[in-house]
């Protein structure tokens, strides 16, 4: 996105430094802002590059990166073109470091990013002043028409899910997160001068870390493995979530404690879960085998995590019953725990505990039955609700004995966390795409069921479900590795608990007879099993509506569900709630973006009626991605732009991609996303429905249809999609990647409709086009503007009024703004000899035009993101920089379609186009 000159520049947010200056000289204190941290780091770099590649190749950086800065300021196409001609003239391996120089660039900015962004005290904007903080939330409860019980039911009932999956648009390695954190710290070391260290000191860390990242592979060099995806996301548990975990419950409860004083704050009101390592839809490397092994390192991680915790309130917990009571129910247990042991007195005397000193002694038993659990061996927790109850003993035997601060503070933080992480971490997703159960059942019935129409699927199904079935003596690998799955989630559940596996997502939902499947087949493997109410199952079954048309059909498959009679006792004996995901990703390929906006919103809105009429509570499951085209952008408004009534306090949703690490590479972006995630939640819980409500979603159902026969037509259905596709963006290159264990085709046969919506939303980002973003905006608005007169104010009072279509526009525009015609050009150019290649072009750009000056028209503004400035201010740093990897991929794009090329030479520019997704990817920021 190209501004307009003569804007005014935007005031960075500023942190003064500590006392001392480079040469440990005391100074008045430097002010850094988040231009001039971003400098001194862009110079750590430079040093690092000269060091690294000498003094030419810092040459040739920066007549680049100077080159491609004075084109964003003034186009001059001679100029171009003598950058272009000097990148086309360098060796691959050139090319490939100079990507890697801006790649490292984009890193850094990131990180400088998050401090200024997160880090408390260095944004203008806290969390404790502005909208975004539960405080102000849960006064904004307190000033409104609720009373005292209900604000107390309220968060009683609180529950919040995010959802941790890998996909592949995260490109980053464990080992470059790493590195990236260890730049954080030093980085809020230096800028916050802690322990009086001069912030020379920390630059020479901070260098040697880019060092490290300049020295190490970005690319890996082998296929991605599910265990290698569980290992990453085990990073976000162990370095943010759980140590963020305490000062967020501490920031809501002193929230809620000032406002009211004697409401308790659940100590589960948040927790997590994943899909990797549980998603089997179109990975094949996921099995019951993965599954099991997933949970095992759940199970590990937890256990080292409380370990520490334990070791940390052994160093401190050093009271002796001669200075202070002890209660006797702490003294019993110590007792009965001695006697699960067989060597436990040496393991006493090897920590050297006084016999006086209970508090020790009982944490010693703490940590030896963690690690026997570790270890399967005796002595070991049954469950986590015994480790509870422990910590709970100590907490009330120091509450009884003039302790309670410490009780409240050290001991109450660890038994939060045994709450939400239990002994199983996060709960693991199992998801599976529907054709599948379908060949299983059909297996299972003699081959017949396949056959039938849907009406004689249910009526089979349901006769199965509440009578008996002989499995057959002999199954095929996919009905054995489907039962298989089936059984280790009974296993894994008795094992860790049943929060270790609470949902089962079906993909592709398109009638009820997927959801029947799937409970036939837990019937089958112990998962459900009768009563004497009926059917009961402690695990969700989980449709996944993703098209248009599913998403449509959505209310008339979940009414054949709850007036379903055994599927009707499953819900009630399950506390009657029904959990429904949402795909994002699927319905815009399907209808674009606001076709499938609007969908969405209009399923919810039917699907809570529909749940109110049965007497049935609905828990929705936002399958968010990380790219505006896949319901990405700010979590916090996009909970603030559900109908009204969908929420409740009550949510789940995916934290997709790269997302995960611009969200919570850190404890202070985590904190601040977590917090505004609550915020979001408690807020779209108490909004009002729109007082307009009948006149705008009239209006945006002529908007979405007119936007839907827009994009089907000229995207969708045309012809020419599949040639400019393929060829004016690197989805090939893209799927060499290895940054993901799931192919991205979910068929052999590389076609539009097998691609999957991450590479497809990918591919578009890449390449500038951004079309899932915003493609048919403009030509809908203008369609509806022409309908009838007076158009133009319902959009601009929809804009001003309704938060969903507020909240639409402006992803909309952060779409667009991050779309670039002029380098989407140079894309198209790679699709030359495509019949029709330059006309879908020009019909993609005459629409990003039209949808430009729309935007304009109903926001007011006089340029893109002329209302979100800091937004602006960050494209404005990252574009000059993104341009230049950008110019080197679309040269050795060009190069890879010669057919004269041997394997070598291609492996040779493929390693350097890589390296350019990653370093666009990085600076486009969410993309996936």
């Known amino acids: 996105m190209r501004f307009p000159d003569g804007h005014k520049k935007i005031a960075d947010r500023t942190v003064t430094a500590g006392p001392y200056n480079k040469d440990g000289n005391k100074h008045s204190g430097k002010v850094y802002d988040l231009s001039s941290t971003i400098n001194m780091l862009g110079h750590l770099l430079g040093d690092v590059l000269k060091k690294q590649k000498g003094e030419e190749f810092f040459r040739l950086e920066e007549y680049t990166r100077l ?33 890697r120089a801006f790649a490292l660039y984009f890193q850094l900015v990131n990180i400088a990013e998050e401090y200024f962004t997160y880090r408390p005290g260095t944004h203008s904007s806290a969390l404790s002043h502005d909208d975004l903080s539960v405080y102000t939330c849960i006064s904004d409860m307190a000033g409104g028409r609720s009373g005292k019980d209900a604000v107390k039911s309220f968060i009683n009932n609180l529950s919040i899910v995010p959802v941790i999956t890998a996909h592949p648009s995260e490109t980053k390695r464990h080992t470059i997160m790493m590195k990236h954190r260890k730049i954080y710290d030093y980085l809020c070391s230096m800028l916050e001068c802690r322990f009086a260290r001069e912030p020379g000191h920390y630059e020479v860390l901070i260098e040697n870390e880019i060092t490290k990242l300049w020295q190490t592979d970005e690319i890996r060099n082998r296929n991605v493995k599910v265990s290698d995806e569980v290992f990453n996301g085990m990073f976000y548990f162990r ?50 085998h993965t599954i099991s092994g997933t949970m095992d390192m759940h199970k590990d991680t937890i256990l080292s995590l409380y370990r520490e915790d334990i070791n940390a309130l052994f160093r401190s917990l050093s009271m002796s019953e001669k200075q202070s009571g002890v209660s006797g129910a702490l003294k019993k247990s110590i007792r009965k725990d001695i006697k699960r042991f067989d060597t436990i007195s040496g393991l006493v005397d090897f920590y050297n505990i006084s016999g006086t000193e209970y508090y020790r002694q009982k944490l010693t038993l703490m940590y030896a039955r963690l690690l026997a659990l ?114 280790t989630i009974n296993l894994v559940r008795k094992t860790l608990g049943r929060d270790s596996i609470r949902t089962y997502i079906i993909s592709m939902s398109h009638g009820f007879s997927d959801i029947l499947e799937v409970a036939f087949l837990m019937k089958l493997t112990g998962l459900v099993h009768p009563g004497k109410n009926g059917m009961n199952s402690s695990i969700r079954i989980v449709p996944l509506f993703e098209t248009i048309d599913n998403l449509e059909h959505a209310p008339d498959t979940m009414e054949q569900a709850f007036t379903n009679k055994p599927y009707r006792s499953l819900l009630k004996n399950s506390g009657m709630q029904q959990e429904i995901m949402l795909g994002y990703s699927d319905s815009n390929k399907d209808g674009g973006i606001l076709k499938a906006a609007w969908t969405l919103y209009k399923a919810q ?102 936007a839907y026969v827009h994009y089907r037509k000229y995207i969708h259905d045309n012809p020419l999609l599949a040639g400019y596709f393929f060829s004016a963006t690197p989805v090939h290159e893209i799927a060499k990647l290895n940054i993901s264990s799931r192919p991205a085709f979910r068929a052999k046969k590389v076609t539009i409709d097998s691609i999957r919506a991450i590479p497809w939303s990918f591919s578009w980002a890449q390449s500038r086009h951004n079309i899932p973003g915003w493609f048919s905006f403009g030509h809908a608005l203008h369609a509806f503007l022409k309908s009838r007169r007076g158009n133009i104010n319902i959009l601009k009072q929809m804009y001003k009024d309704w938060q969903f279509f507020k909240v639409l526009v402006d992803n909309i525009e952060m779409s667009m703004a991050k779309a670039d015609m002029h380098i989407a ?82 492996n040779r520019l493929t390693y350097p186009v890589l390296l350019s997704i990653n370093a666009i990817s990085a600076g486009l920021k969410n993309t996936g």
């Open 67 to 99: 080159g491609i800065k004075a084109l964003r300021r003034h186009y001059n196409p001679a100029l171009e073109m003598r950058i272009i001609d000097t990148l086309s003239r360098l060796q691959p391996e050139q090319m490939a470091d100079l990507i």
């Open 825 to 906: 050009l140079l894309y198209a150019n790679l699709a030359g000899t495509i019949k029709g290649s330059k006309g879908f072009f020009n019909m993609i750009k005459d629409e990003y035009l039209l949808s430009k000056n729309m935007l304009l028209l109903i926001t007011g503004q006089k340029y893109l993101l002329e209302h979100q400035p800091a937004l602006r201010l960050s494209l404005e740093l990252r574009e000059p920089y993104i341009d230049a990897p950008t110019y080197i991929q679309t040269i050795l794009l060009e190069r890879l379609k010669s057919k004269k090329l041997t394997k070598k030479e291609i």
């Open 374 to 487: 570790g270890d399967r061996k005796k002595g070991a927790y049954d469950s986590a609700g015994e480790f509870i109850s422990d910590l709970t003993l100590i907490q009330d035997s120091l509450s009884r004995n003039n302790a309670g601060d410490i009780a409240g503070e050290e001991v109450s933080a660890l038994i939060t966390k045994a709450h939400v992480f239990g002994f199983h971490l996060a709960s693991l997703d199992v998801r599976q795409h529907h054709t599948v159960h379908e060949k299983v059942v059909d297996e299972l019935l003699g081959r017949t069921y396949a056959r039938e129409n849907e009406v004689s699927r249910q009526k089979i199904l349901t006769g199965h479900l509440t009578g008996s079935f002989s499995m057959p003596l002999k199954l095929s690998p996919t009905a054995k590795n489907t039962m298989n799955v089936f059984k």
């Open 605 to 706: 809105d039917r699907l809570v009626a529909l749940a109110g009429k049965y007497g049935v509570k609905i828990l929705f499951f936002h399958g968010r991605g990380g790219s505006i085209g896949r319901g990405g952008g700010p979590t916090y408004k996009a909970f603030k732009a559900q109908p009204a009534g969908t929420i409740h306090g009550q949510v789940k949703f995916t934290e997709q991609g790269e997302v995960v690490s611009y969200k919570y590479a850190n404890i202070d972006a985590a904190l601040y996303n977590l917090e505004s995630i609550v915020s979001g939640v408690i807020s779209a819980s108490l909004s009002p429905a729109d007082g307009n409500r009948r006149l705008y979603e009239d209006s945006m159902e002529e908007i979405a249809q007119y």
């Open 239 to 288: 370095h943010t979530f759980y140590p963020a975990l305490d000062k967020l419950y501490k920031k809501v409860r002193n929230a809620i404690e000032q406002v009211y004083s004697d409401i308790p704050v659940p100590h589960d009101f948040m927790t997590f879960g994943s899909w990797i390592g549980g998603d089997m839809d179109g990975n094949p490397s996921v099995t019951h």
